[in-house]
């Protein structure tokens, strides 16, 4: 087959669905990450470029892309499954095509186990290979068989047409790929190492978002602190942040993730002296003790963590802290865990992200001993959620009297309140319509619940 440029394979594929009697739809399901949900922005803007029209529902596309996470070994086979439902879908309309890609596609046994097992699928294209997309579609349409392209992490193309989710939130990947290895985790072996963008390239995307009015700026990287090691016009992170801020507009710019032996000082000065940055950091921490980093692979103690925090704190005395937490990595002893508990009370977190230990092979944990039972794993969890709405609450209790802008994102749970997120990155709560939604408002907040805080709009 021909080997042309990716526009080409664009107008090609175009022309091709041009000439049926009947649309085109697609459905892309991504899982997973911020960064993979990115991704799943940009195959639906290729295939939107290609003529497709969307659907969210299988059944009625003639494209379906499952777009994956590997974090989790236990969730490959809801994937295979999701797979293989889509078997009796192609009975009925052979002309469908089936995809997969993202993180398990870079998984050597995961592509086996297709090439073996699930004939019907036809493309399979891995976290590198996303412009490759028009060119397996156009061979597909053109009558070829399965085909897989995966491998080889290269810088991804710039400027490939995005149908985002949001018309206010735009997610905009810094960096890709992870050089660190923590011992339980995947991400380095489907993501390749670190590989910055272009400093120029991400404020010209920036500009242009604002300018269409674009009010959150999320800026993402599995480590977003080592931004630009890899470059050499010498723009670390903290100074990234300092010239997106410096852009024209009222608009707020997170980030995630911040590994911590790399956030420190300087990223805690950037943040207090700009004010479009939130003021909040989410700084995963893990554990609570020293003796498990040291097996996670994390390369910072809980006394070094602790500085990043109370540095922060010594500038905003309730500056607003969020983590990631695993409970039950292998052999995590009581006291580990008690300490866990120990650090949360110590900080204070807003809020946690918290996961029981899933043994991913391939990774230098899942050789570990573990003699730790899954109730008792289970039962660690249910104690540490415990804890935490209990911080919350006593935590949010602090914004009561005090007035927030808000970026408004939705309708809330109750009839007639919506809800948005601070620049504390908390999540408010107020009486109002959905015409406030992609708007900045001010809200003063009256009481406190163990996920969120409410109040009134000022007007
Ligand atoms: N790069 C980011 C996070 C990537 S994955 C960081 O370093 O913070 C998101 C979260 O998933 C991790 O922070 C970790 O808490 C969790 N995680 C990753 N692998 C896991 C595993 N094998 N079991 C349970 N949780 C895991
Ligand atoms: Fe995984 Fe650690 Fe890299 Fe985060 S920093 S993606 S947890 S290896
Ligand atoms: Fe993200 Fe999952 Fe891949 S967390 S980077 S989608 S393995």
Redesign the pocket.
Known sequence: MENLSFNEYISLVSEKIGKRDYPMTACVHSYG?QLNFSDGEKIKGMLMKMGFGFTEEPEKADLVIFNTCA??ENAEDRVFGNLGNLKRLKEDNPEMIIGLCGCMAELENVVERIKKSYPYVDIVFGTSALDRLPKLIYQKLSGSKRTVEVGEYNMPVEGLSQLRDSSFKASVPIMFG?N?F?T????PYVRGRERSRRFEDIINEVEKLVQTGYKEIMLLG??VNSYGKDLEDGISFSELLRRINNIDGEFIIRFM?S?PKDAGKELIDTIISCDKVEKHLHL?V?SGSNDILKRMNRNYTVGQYLETINYARSFISDFSFTT???VGFPNESDEDFEETLDLMKTVGYDNI?S??????SG?K?AVMEDKITDKEKSRRMTRLLALQREISTEKYKRFIGRTLRVLVDGKGKSEGFMTGKSREAVIVEFEGDESLIGKFIDVKITAAKNWAVTGEIIK
């Open positions: 990450c974090v989790r992870c660190n923590c339980y985790c995947i991400v599995q480590n993730s590994h995963p893990q990631d937490i695993i992200y996961f029981i230990y899933s043994k991913r990774t944990a």
